[in-house]
Antibody
Framework: QVQLVQSGSEMKKPGASVKVSCQVS????????LHWVRQAPGQGLEWMGW????????TYAQGFTGRFVFSLDASVSAAYLQISSLRAEDAAVYYC??????????????WGQGTKVTVSS | IVLTQSPGTLSLSPGERVTLSCRAS???????LAWYQQKPGQAPRLVIY???SRATGIPDRFSGSGSGTDFTLTISRLEPEDFAVYYC?????????FGQGTKLEIK
């Protein structure tokens, strides 16, 4: 069964860092790149970028450079999103997502369950 | 590309037909436009991609159309499980962007 399983909710203080994991199962990890999508409370979806699961090369959307880092550990079929110097506006649900199989398009058929990050002093 | 969805909220009854709109600020290359359904507390679910192709497992009461800057998602006969928020997404150019969503609520 194809699944993306994310790490659990996090509560952090402003200025701290957080690392969200996305564990892949049910397919070969390197067959599909992984994308990250943010959803602030009560808001819509925002594409953050993606990571090439073959090379580990990340691509960041504008607004997600500097404090946001995508990484991989292919040996355990996992991708990570690390956010440093957390701010109140980083509070959101973060999703990892994988594209559809039938076409090479960045439309997301498989999603992680989401990881809620709360930032509060 | 900015995607504007309308209306923001629709109050409808099961069995009704509904058409949701997604308008792009510039032409979407190759009609690379998708629709997602999201229910509270859940991840989005892909409904339509390439403007008109249904995703796996999506019932045929869902259909998509459009090209250029104007796209629509039609649900021919609303079922109780269809009440949710719907987002459009363009993936013709980076950054991939989403609309702000249309909420379908039960009247």
């Amino acid at each position: 069964q194809v699944q993306l399983v994310q790490s659990g909710s996090e509560m952090k203080k402003p200025g701290a860092s957080v690392k969200v994991s996305c564990q892949v199962s049910g397919y070969r990890f390197t067959d599909y790149h992984l994308h990250w999508v943010r959803q602030a409370p009560g808001q819509g979806l925002e594409w953050m970028g993606w990571i090439n699961t073959n090379t580990g090369n990340p691509t960041y959307a504008q607004g997600f450079t500097g404090r946001f880092v995508f990484s991989l550990d292919a040996s355990v079929s996992a991708a990570y999103l690390q956010i440093s110097s957390l701010r109140a506006e980083d509070a959101a649900v973060y999703y990892c997502a994988r594209r559809i199989t039938v076409a090479a398009r960045p439309v997301y058929e498989i999603w992680g369950q989401g990881t809620k990050v709360t930032v509060s002093s | 590309i900015v995607l504007t969805q309308s209306p923001g909220t629709l109050s409808l009854s099961p069995g009704e037909r509904v058409t949701l709109s997604c308008r792009a600020s510039q032409s979407v290359r190759s009609s690379y436009l998708a629709w997602y359904q999201q229910k509270p507390g859940q991840a989005p679910r892909l409904v339509i991609y390439d403007a008109s192709s249904r995703a796996t497992g999506i019932p045929d009461r869902f259909s998509g159309s459009g090209s250029g800057t104007d796209f629509t998602l039609t649900i021919s006969r609303l079922e109780p499980e269809d009440f949710a928020v719907y987002y459009c997404q363009q993936y013709g150019s980076t950054p991939y962007t989403f609309g702000q969503g249309t909420k379908l609520e039960i009247k």
